[in-house]
């Protein structure tokens, strides 16, 4: 418990930080996004720029815009956006779904096929089966996952024509049973997930192998086998646990570069998540949307990285942390 | 080192990759005498060719040939992957080597500013960076460079934190060498190991990311051809136009493959026990 504020308040400077970045970053930048609005049409005058701006509040100083923005924040409110003046928490939201389901079954898949791989490589090590599952976990983790969309795209969507190659429904969704539906967005997941998972083997899977090599060398195992047991069950029974214990933080640690990765394909499969928005947003420089997009992904992954820390201590008794 | 270096060359994965990594090079110096047609060549009576023997790898939608386009591409890979990662290595190393060895303050300030820069989804990070800053090849390698070294900056950091005990470090203090002098002449030689494992590795990555923010039209910019920004157009043809989007992703993939393998095959024979991708 003791530990938990602790890590809680050690946390909140670099939330912070996160905030000061991100709003730096956007204001840092040459131009004003109220220059978008204004460039395309001659007719506007420089006082009508002005207005423009101190509608925005781009008048003010940059750290009194700052705080102003980041008391809005504490409320998640990130302002309107520049486009269609919604509020930018509300676009971000009606998005956020379609991102997590997408990651969360690819986080399941991965972790599902990531994990047998490296125990299955780690048992029989330096065997061919290991060699063959490295050289293919390193073709993995080399393949640009966008190139893969498009091969998968071409493959599944035109060359076979069996799988939707885009959004994440069907135009007569609405008129659909809910088994029909499930089936629907089941279908036009395959190919996003199938990209997602395929690219993000190979770290969990090596961490794993490495993992269980260890676990393997310790004297308990030895004792084990030393009783009489199979090697089935000194590796169910004696490895798995103390292997699998580190994968949390690793799982959590994996977070970032998952939604980092939603970016790339779900712009290109033109899947409804915050992905595509963030996209287009940047496009745009519509600035609250990026904003609120950067922070609530930073957030978020600071959270993954607390709870996967906490897990960790709880599931581990050796570890204590001062 | 040339007892490595032998060790490193029996490594069958070794030899691949740097075979393809030197082929690479060689293309790309002379990419004016290889390539069959001028890059930027258009031949609208010539748009969207299938490969064949006049176009190896067929043309695209201005009628310009792709298997020359992939060769000059190969210079922006390079060029991008090397320079990016050079920038990585300058500030990585700097911030690490400081914090490890002054520890303290100094250590908590810079560790927290990792601990912030890892929180974001990078790409997403290098994508708006460079968007608002203006897409071209520098940005792209000066943004790359500016947000990737945190990974760096900590091992870096681990490695002197465990080298700060040894003795020839305690001699070197008591010898009231100058800090400077202790970091270029006793601690810079003895992480180079880590260094060239990360280096190769962070090679590949470099590529990749271009490769990606390229193909998203925020990367290198037209009429440069790099590999991502083909496959951009291999989007807009996928139905009519296969060969457009498979060569270039063949190209990305065995450059990043080669240098993911040399970094592993360096990790193998310095530091045996290690073995994992990270």
């Known amino acids: 418990m003791y530990y938990l504020i602790k890590r809680i308040i050690s946390s909140i400077p670099i939330l912070f930080g996160i905030t000061i970045i991100t709003f730096f970053i956007m204001h840092l930048t040459p131009g004003k996004p ?51 003046a919604r509020p930018a928490k509300n676009k971000i939201l009606e998005r956020l779904p379609a991102t997590i389901l997408l990651n969360f079954v690819s986080l399941f898949f991965i972790c599902l096929i990531a994990i047998p791989l490296g125990i299955y490589s780690a048992i029989k090590k330096d065997s061919v089966i290991d060699k063959g599952i490295t050289i293919f976990l390193f073709i993995s983790f080399s393949i640009p996952s966008f190139w893969l969309a498009l091969v998968f795209m071409i493959l599944f969507g035109v060359q076979l024509g069996c799988l939707p190659i885009s959004g994440l429904y069907s135009f007569d969704f609405n008129n659909m049973t809910i088994l029909m539906k499930l089936l629907d967005i089941s279908k036009h997941l395959i190919l996003p997930v199938a990209v997602s998972v395929i690219t993000s083997l190979a770290i969990l899977s ?28 000194v590796i169910i029974k004696h490895a798995l646990k103390n292997a699998l214990l580190p994968m949390i ?57 607390i709870i996967a820390d906490i897990s960790y201590t709880y599931a581990d008794p050796r570890i204590k942390y001062k | 080192m040339g007892n490595n270096i032998k060790k490193l060359l029996k490594n069958k994965f070794a030899v691949i990759g740097l075979t393809i990594i030197f082929l690479l090079i060689f293309v790309a110096v002379f990419a004016s005498v290889i390539s069959p047609y001028t890059p930027s060549e258009q031949n609208l009576s010539e748009r969207l060719l299938k490969p064949s023997m006049e176009h190896f790898f067929g043309t695209d939608d201005l009628g310009r040939d792709i298997f020359t386009r992939m060769i000059y591409g190969s210079r922006i890979s390079l060029i991008v992957g090397f320079i990016s990662v050079l920038i990585i290595l300058i500030i990585g190393t700097f911030l690490g080597i400081v914090s490890g060895f002054y520890g303290g303050k100094i250590d908590y300030v810079i560790m927290r500013f990792t601990d912030i820069v890892l929180c974001f989804p990078i790409f997403f990070l290098i994508l708006l960076i460079i968007a608002f800053l203006e897409p071209n090849i520098y940005n792209v390698m000066i943004v790359i460079g500016f947000t990737s070294w945190p990974g760096l900056a900590r091992l870096v950091r681990a490695e002197v934190l465990s080298l700060k005990e040894r003795e020839f470090i305690l001699v070197a203090k008591m010898m009231a060498l ?76 065995l450059t990043v493959l080669s240098f993911n393998l040399v970094g592993e095959a360096i990790r193998d024979v310095f530091d045996p026990k290690e073995d994992h991708i990270e």
């Open chain 1, 34 to 84: 109220t220059d978008l609005m204004t460039d395309m049409n001659i007719k506007v005058t420089a006082e009508a720029k002005e207005r423009l701006q101190r509608l925005y509040g781009l008048d003010k100083p940059i750290y009194v815009q700052y705080i102003d923005w980041v008391k809005r924040l504490v409320f998640f409110d990130f302002g309107n956006s520049f486009r269609d």
């Open chain 1, 249 to 305: 933080t690793i799982i959590g640690l994996s977070i970032p570069g998952l939604i980092g990765g939603s970016f790339i394909f779900e712009t290109i499969f033109s899947y409804p998540g915050i992905g595509r928005l963030g996209y287009e947003a940047v496009m745009a420089r519509d600035y609250p949307v990026v904003m609120g997009i950067a922070t609530l992904t930073a957030i978020l992954t600071l959270l993954g990285n």
């Open chain 1, 206 to 233: 090596r961490y794993t192998r490495s993992g269980m090599l260890e676990v393997l060398k310790q004297d308990y195992i030895k004792t084990a086998y030393a009783k009489g047991l199979t090697e089935k069950q």
């Open chain 2, 178 to 253: 100058s800090n400077i002098k202790i970091f270029t002449v006793h601690i810079l030689p003895n992480i180079i190991s880590p260094l060239m494992v990360y280096s190769s590795l962070a090679i590949g990555g470099a590529i990749l990311t271009e490769s990606s923010l390229s193909f998203l039209g925020l990367g290198v910019q037209p009429p440069m051809p790099s590999w991502g920004q083909i496959l951009t157009s291999g989007k807009d043809y996928i139905y009519i136009a296969w060969w457009l989007s498979i060569f270039p992703g063949i190209a990305i993939l």
